[in-house]
């Protein structure tokens, strides 16, 4: 992206941008005012997109989340985000349609990248989204599912899984579309708040 370090996007990636997103050309532009103020050189690292997060959550430790987030939105595995990567993966999670949501968190729980979730990658996961509970909201939640390991044996449970059993794409979406429980579990809305947070900069 040649122009990535201009202060003002290019007419071409704008109208990408528009066509691809539920976006704006004013909501891009602003975003892409701050996206350049946070990182002048128009590719966020994943060091910085750790950053973020951690400055998003200050009663808890996002780090491990953030690591797996930002893997599953560096869709060219280059080790960084430009703008476009950014944007497009906001609008994925916090409002694109529910399938694409769906495929985003499919991809964010297989942590290998090969095709399948195991039980191993879904305690991965759950891992991280339980550091990014502060201690007091962890003793709110149901006794089924106060732990990791709780949280984790219960979203296996539904898929009627064994313990080295695989999920495949289709069958993890169907599944979470049939069951709102199980959608509430996965938590994949997270960047959600990443959002409304990078508004309330602007």
Aim: proline content about 3%; hydrophobic content about 35%.
């Amino acid at each position: 992206m040649g122009n990535s370090k201009s202060s003002a996007l290019s007419k071409e990636l704008l109208e990408d941008l528009k066509m691809n997103t539920k976006y704006s050309e004013a909501e891009l532009s602003a975003w892409y005012t701050t996206f350049l103020k946070e990182c002048p050189s128009g590719r966020i690292t994943k060091e910085q997109f750790e950053g973020i997060y951690a400055s998003f959550f200050p009663n808890a430790d996002p780090t491990e989340y953030a690591r797996h987030v930002f893997r599953s939105f560096d869709l060219n595995a280059d080790g960084m985000l430009d703008f476009k990567e950014y944007i497009i993966a906001l609008h994925l999670t916090s409002s694109g349609k529910t399938m694409h949501k769906l495929e985003w968190a499919f991809a964010l729980y297989d942590v290998d990248g090969n095709g399948t979730i195991s039980k191993n990658e879904v305690q991965d996961i759950v891992k991280a989204i339980f550091n990014m509970i502060p201690v007091e909201d962890q003793k709110k939640l149901p006794e089924d599912e106060n732990t990791p390991e709780k949280r984790a044996d219960k979203i296996w449970n539904f898929f009627q899984k064994k313990e080295n059993d695989k999920i495949a794409e289709g069958e993890f979406i169907q599944g979470v579309m049939d069951n709102k429980d199980i959608l509430r579990l996965i938590q994949f809305d997270e960047p959600k708040k990443i959002q409304d947070k990078l508004k309330e900069k602007q």
